[in-house]
């Protein structure tokens, strides 16, 4: 008896996991009800102010970043009927590091995307192209607190016809939040994939998803990556991402994988 009695909550935990996990996990059944729209972006132009980020011989990465950054926003909130805009920074100020992903969960947005030139150690280097990051997970940890703050409002809509009043601050819910984190790593390796082949139809050297141990992605509670658009060690590049047509490229290249993206979280 007392067996069975400490067994319940896991019992209902185990329930609580099941219509949860049918929730959020990928559906094959055609019949299963469309996940919440994708409504908000929060676009994150890497450094800012006295942060430079990489200097090349004409411009400084926190420049690129926030060009790009805006003329991608801009195209978003005109051709994606639907989707809102968050910038972590619109001008050339400061931003610590950890507001920025702060600020995404605050509005409970459905991903981050940080935009950042690389840099190679030397000028002579031949390193060229485009990499995009995902967490590594051994930051995942970190990301415990966001997806369970971000849990209690994304689930606030229909929340006890949904789950039964299941309690997402519950501490033996914490199986769910896991389930949650291999969702949102599995949805941020899939944009930054899409970023990838995006540009290499624009020719540009695909350097690759990777993943790191980045602070800025680690406490994101939603799917986020950090694309590095090209190097400005290499002249070739810089003048490239410095340019009108080549910003409008990468522009259209981010755009469409956020298009893609979208068309494939929501079905
Ligand atoms: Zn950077």
Known sequence: MLQSIKLLPTFLVLVGLCLFSSFILPQDDRSAPPRQPFK????????????????????????????????LGKKIEDEMPGVKVIYTRKTDVFI?????????????????ISIHCNAAATRRSPARGTETLVCGYNRLGQQDAAIRENASILLEDNYEENYGGFDPKDPSSMIVFQLMKNQHRRESIKLASL?????????????GVKEQSLAVLATAGMPAVLTELGFMSSSI???YMLSTAGQKEMVQNLFDAIKTYKTSVER
């Open 96 to 112: 610590p590091l950890y507001e920025r992903p702060a600020l995404a969960n605050k509005h409970n947005a459905d991903l981050f």
């Open 237 to 239: 590049e810089e003048d």
């Open 195 to 207: 970023m990838q082949d995006k540009f290499t139809t624009s020719g540009r050297p695909d350097r």
């Open 40 to 71: 908000l972006v929060v676009l994150d132009p890497g450094h800012g102010g006295r942060d430079a980020g990489a200097v090349g011989r004409k411009a400084n990465e926190k420049d690129i970043a926030l060009a790009v950054a805006l003329k």
